[in-house]
């Protein structure tokens, strides 16, 4: 592995793009989230799509913060 300062310099700020990056995704996908379970479905299929949808969301969520691969 490179030691250099630099090497170092970027590789730390390459870390921080890419967490402030996940970050990010993840407050999209909460208003996303809080978009759908405040929808109002029109009828029992409509229903049931969303219900799907949303679960959909909880398990993505789920595997985003668990150790486990997807």
Same mark, same amino acid.
């Given at each position: 592995?490179? !030691?250099? !300062?630099?090497?170092?310099?970027?590789?730390?700020?390459?870390?921080?793009?890419?967490?402030?990056?996940?970050?990010?995704g993840?407050?999209?996908?909460?208003?996303?989230?809080?978009?759908?379970?405040?929808?109002?479905?029109?009828?029992?299929?409509?229903?049931?799509?969303?219900?799907?949808?949303?679960?959909?969301l909880?398990?993505?969520?789920?595997?985003?913060?668990? !150790? !486990?691969?997807?």
């Amino acid at each position: 592995m490179n !030691t250099s !300062t630099e090497y170092k310099e970027g590789y730390e700020l390459g870390i921080a793009d890419c967490e402030h990056a996940i970050k990010l995704g993840y407050i999209v996908l909460v208003q996303h989230l809080k978009h759908w379970e405040s929808y109002t479905a029109q009828d029992d299929e409509d229903k049931g799509d969303i219900l799907g949808y949303i679960q959909a969301l909880r398990d993505f969520e789920d595997k985003l913060f668990s !150790t !486990t691969e997807w």
